[in-house]
Nanobody, 126 residues
Framework: QLQLVESGGGLVQPGGSLRLSCAAS????????IAWFRQAPGKEREGISY????????NYVDSVKGRFTISRDNAKNTVYLQMNSLKPEDTAVYYC???????????????????WGQGTQVTVSS
């Protein structure tokens, strides 16, 4: 069974950092592109970062550029999201998602991903 499991969320003060992990089981991640999404209460799920299968191509939504860094370690079957300079507006449930083919969809379109984790809560508050 294909499974993604996020970890690393928690409560952090504004300006702080967290590193999220997305670990795969039941399949090898190196055949998949991975994206991180987040969903705040009352808001739609938002694609925030993407990494290609070999890590050679990354994308970020403007609101996290320069603060977040996505990376992958295919040997560990894990993708990471390093989040620095966190702001209260970063508070959300964060999900990782995997896709094998793009089907012409943008990296930030949730419909293009058919494997999702259960999410991890990130709360940025003083």
């Amino acid at each position: 069974q294909l499974q993604l499991v996020e970890s690393g969320g928690g409560l952090v003060q504004p300006g702080g950092s967290l590193r999220l992990s997305c670990a795969a089981s039941g399949f090898t991640l190196n055949g998949y592109a991975i994206a991180w999404f987040r969903q705040a209460p009352g808001k739609e799920r938002e694609g925030i970062s993407y990494i290609s299968r070999n890590g050679g191509n990354t994308n970020y939504v403007d609101s996290v550029k320069g603060r977040f860094t996505i990376s992958r370690d295919n040997a560990k079957n894990t993708v990471y999201l390093q989040m620095n300079s966190l702001k209260p507006e970063d508070t959300a449930v964060y999900y990782c998602a995997a896709r094998f083919l793009s089907y012409g969809l943008s990296w930030s379109q949730a419909d293009g991903y058919n494997n999702w984790g259960q999410g991890t809560q990130v709360t940025v508050s003083s």
